[in-house]
Nanobody, 115 residues
Framework: QVRLVESGGDLVQPGGSLRLSCAAS????????MDWYRQTPGEQRDLVAR???????NYADSVKGRFTISRDNVWNKLFLQMNSLKPEDTARYFC?????????WGPGTQVTVPS
């Protein structure tokens, strides 16, 4: 069974930085694309960043140049380095993968950037 568990969310002042982590288990982690999504109450869950097995990345326009997604295929971990945080980055952040045709999500970690 695939299990994803996020950590690292916190309250941080505008302009600050955070590093989110996602620990994955139950899958051959290195072979699959991994994503970070975020969601605010009442809104849809939006893709923030994606990294595929060869390390190629892509980002939502709103976070380009500020966020960096990376992965550690030895320890089966996904990361999101978030710099220059803005109040509009406030959301619950989720780790996601599609494995054998099924979507798997972690419970999420809350990031709050007060205005």
């Amino acid at each position: 069974q695939v299990r994803l568990v996020e950590s690292g969310g916190d309250l941080v002042q505008p302009g600050g930085s955070l590093r989110l982590s996602c620990a994955a288990s139950g899958m051959n982690f290195r072979l699959f694309p991994m994503d970070w999504y975020r969601q605010t109450p009442g809104e849809q869950r939006d893709l923030v960043a994606r990294i595929i097995s060869n390390g190629t990345t892509n980002y939502a326009d709103s976070v380009k140049g500020r966020f960096t997604i990376s992965r550690d295929n030895v320890w089966n971990k996904l990361f999101l380095q978030m710099n220059s945080l803005k109040p509009e980055d406030t959301a619950r952040y989720f780790c996601h993968t599609k494995y054998r045709g099924m979507d798997f999500w972690g419970p999420g970690t809350q990031v709050t950037v007060p205005s």
